[in-house]
């Protein structure tokens, strides 16, 4: 980038220098001004056209997430609806006793087909036709109060466990026939199956309590057949972390309901005037020897 050249001057022949060479510039090498402006102009059109490229897409894709965050809080706003509604139910069948059992039964069905209409359609009309495992964390907690109050409700009326296929028949025609209807999966059933173990307990207590000795060991053959059966099913289960949690829960209701009915079976004698009778004072028999 340098040429030598000859140069004469007064420091050469006083002697400072010794050589009469030295480095010029080649003027040849050195950008011009207008270069770089042109240069510069180039990559500010290509960067913004970069930019609207990208901007497109990305406009979407912020359109899809605050339509997916307001949908979200819909959807737990109505979750929330369902599991304070679905206590209700659940409220109203532990009122229950051997003199008025037909009425607040009928009166629980009333509350659960409410339920099902009211709060539950909400669910399925912004859930419907979409991928809603998306949203599973927060509809969950109302699905699993659903079952719970629908299962404990079916099984005081008829002694059996609603199945799964039954409960979701009941949500196809809150659907759009043109739409994917909301179905309930299988794991929030058996969270919900997990729960109503709970209420068993509650009630078989009450019952207990009330001198219905058969309905009380029927309760608790139908949790004990819940338990054993779940603890074949939740071991190969992928997503069960919190199955395993309800499952010690639900060994100690079975537990309690256990006690409950054996204290009496072996300490009945102790209190044969008060088993079967019509008093409805009558105290809970062996409560001395179960934790509740």
């Not at 002697?15 to 001004?33: E, M, R």
């Not at 965050?69 to 304070?84: F, H, L, P, Q």
């Not at 009122?95 to 629980?108: H, P």
């Not at 829960?249 to 072996?266: G, T, Y």
């Amino acid at each position: 980038m340098y040429n030598r050249c000859c140069i004469h001057s007064p420091l050469h022949s006083s002697g400072f220098l010794s050589s009469s060479w030295l480095p010029i510039p080649n003027l040849s090498f050195i950008p011009v001004a207008g270069g770089n402006i042109q240069a510069s102009t180039v990559k500010r059109a290509r960067t913004m056209a970069t930019e609207s490229a990208m901007k497109a897409p990305f406009t979407k894709y912020v359109e899809y997430l605050n339509d997916l965050n307001e949908k979200r809080e819909r959807v737990v706003k109505a979750s929330r609806d369902v599991t304070m509604n679905s206590k209700k139910v659940i409220f109203q069948v532990h009122r229950m006793s051997k003199y008025n059992k037909e009425e607040v039964l009928q009166k629980a069905e009333k509350d659960l087909a409410a339920v099902t209409n009211q709060y539950m359609s909400r669910l399925v009309k912004e859930l419907q036709g979409t991928d809603f495992w998306k949203l599973r964390r927060a509809y969950s907690p109302g699905i699993q109060e659903y079952v719970e109050a629908a299962t404990f409700c079916g099984f005081c009326k008829n002694g059996t466990l609603l199945t799964l296929d039954e409960i979701n028949n009941t949500l196809l025609p809150l659907s759009d026939p043109s739409l994917q209807p909301l179905q309930i999966n299988i794991l929030d059933y058996l969270l919900g199956l997990a729960d109503l173990t709970g209420e068993l307990m509650r009630l078989a207590i009450g019952r207990i309590s009330d001198g219905e000795l058969e309905f009380a060991q029927k309760i608790c053959r139908f949790a004990r057949d819940i338990y054993r059966e779940l603890t074949l099913v939740v071991p190969h289960m992928d997503d069960s972390h919190d199955m395993k949690t309800k499952m010690e829960i639900m060994l100690q209701s079975v537990m309690k309901i256990e006690n409950a009915c054996f204290s009496v079976h072996v300490r009945g004698s102790e209190y044969i005037p008060l088993l079967g009778s019509d008093d409805p004072g009558s105290f809970l028999v062996g409560v001395a020897d179960i934790e509740l």
